[in-house]
């Protein structure tokens, strides 16, 4: 396992708990269609409600709309993504976050180079050697290589030690001011880079995460 202990209580709080209900809810494949249970949207809508309810997003919030952005509602009609068999978001209410991507949405044959920060939570890791912590703090950047659905991931990197509303704030940020693009943050006095790539060339979030540190 890629840890020994969670902490339960942890993992109760209500952005940790309504992400890991998200985590099930989606077409690992492409090419094949989503089907949508009302629960599912549901489950969805309240992910989002507890992230915007957190001093993270709000701080993000008026950040965006210091600099013109839009507001960041989940009671836009289309702030929750309608999936496609690529699972894009719908573009009318901006910025969106594809959850798609949450369980590996890009899964196909043989090595699968697409998966984001977030698949270990649903993922084995199936190489023991991973770089050593970078800092001496908390968010940190871990690099590592993991197995998820019988697909290998030879290297791959995620944040650990941040919360699900602190990534979601981190990457907005940073697929709003450098799409397609590295975006140098300061985490901790530490820098970081994060990656983000647009879905078809349009301000649709098709992955963000953090690169490996060198």
Same mark, same amino acid.
């Given at each position: 396992?890629?840890?020994?202990?969670?902490? #339960?209580?942890?993992?109760?709080?209500?952005?940790?708990?309504?992400?890991?209900?998200?985590?099930?809810?989606? /077409?690992?494949?492409?090419?094949?269609? /989503?089907?949508?249970?009302? /629960? /599912?949207?549901?489950?969805?809508?309240?992910?989002?409600?507890?992230?915007?309810? %957190?001093?993270?997003?709000?701080?993000?919030?008026?950040?965006?709309?210091?600099?013109?952005?839009?507001?960041?509602?989940?009671?836009?009609?289309?702030?929750? #993504?309608?999936?496609?068999?690529?699972?894009?978001?719908?573009?009318?209410?901006?910025?969106?976050?594809?959850?798609?991507?949450?369980?590996?949405?890009?899964? +196909?044959?043989?090595?699968?180079?697409?998966?984001?920060?977030?698949?270990?939570?649903? +993922? %084995?890791?199936?190489?023991?050697?991973?770089?050593?912590?970078?800092?001496?703090?908390?968010?940190?950047?871990?690099?590592?290589?993991?197995?998820?659905?019988?697909?290998?991931?030879?290297?791959?990197?995620?944040?650990?030690?941040?919360?699900?509303?602190?990534?979601?704030?981190?990457?907005?940020?940073?697929?709003?001011?450098?799409?397609?693009?590295?975006?140098?943050?300061?985490?901790?006095?530490?820098?970081?880079?994060?990656?983000?790539?647009t879905w078809d060339k349009q301000r649709l979030v098709a992955s963000a995460y953090p690169l490996t540190p060198q």
């Amino acid at each position: 396992r890629l840890f020994s202990y969670v902490s #339960p209580a942890l993992l109760a709080r209500p952005t940790f708990s309504r992400l890991l209900a998200l985590l099930d809810n989606f /077409e690992p494949r492409t090419g094949r269609d /989503e089907t949508e249970t009302a /629960e /599912e949207r549901r489950e969805q809508e309240e992910f989002l409600d507890a992230v915007l309810d %957190t001093p993270v997003l709000q701080l993000l919030e008026r950040f965006i709309l210091s600099k013109g952005g839009a507001a960041l509602s989940p009671r836009c009609p289309h702030a929750v #993504p309608t999936l496609s068999p690529r699972c894009s978001p719908c573009p009318q209410c901006l910025p969106t976050v594809a959850p798609a991507r949450c369980p590996c949405a890009a899964a +196909g044959t043989g090595t699968h180079p697409g998966c984001p920060a977030v698949c270990p939570l649903r +993922g %084995t890791p199936c190489d023991p050697a991973m770089s050593p912590p970078q800092w001496t703090g908390f968010p940190d950047v871990l690099s590592l290589q993991f197995r998820w659905d019988g697909h290998s991931k030879p290297r791959g990197s995620l944040l650990v030690g941040s919360s699900p509303e602190f990534d979601l704030a981190l990457f907005t940020l940073c697929f709003l001011a450098r799409p397609d693009r590295q975006c140098r943050v300061s985490l901790g006095g530490e820098a970081a880079t994060i990656q983000t790539y647009t879905w078809d060339k349009q301000r649709l979030v098709a992955s963000a995460y953090p690169l490996t540190p060198q």
